[in-house]
């Protein structure tokens, strides 16, 4: 009985998984939904539906004289985004208890 059959079958099927294109599954995911754009909301009613507590930066912290708000969303883009509805410029847009 001969080897070589086997393996010149062993080598070609070998040869072919090595120049197979790669599948979609097996790519990096893609870059655009990485960097989204984060939504701009009209204003604190419309964001509020969303986000009831409001938006904020990663380590914002809320300036109130009461119990601040801690269970807002954390997000720069988002933030960034809205920023013209932090009134009190603590870092956190449209909170809300």
Do not use: Q
Not at 8 to 26: E, F, G, M, Y
Request: one cysteine or more.
């Amino acid at each position: 009985m001969s080897l070589a059959r086997p393996l010149v079958a062993l080598a070609a099927v070998a040869c072919l998984c090595l120049a197979a294109p790669a599948t979609a599954a097996d790519a990096p995911p893609a870059k655009a939904a990485v960097s989204a754009k984060a939504k701009t909301f009209k204003n604190c009613t419309a964001l509020n539906k969303v986000y009831p507590h409001g938006v904020g930066k990663p380590n914002a912290r809320d300036k109130t004289s009461g119990t601040p708000v801690t269970s807002f969303k954390r997000s720069k883009p988002l933030y960034d985004a809205n920023t013209k509805s932090d009134r009190d410029k603590d870092g956190i847009a449209c909170e809300k208890r």
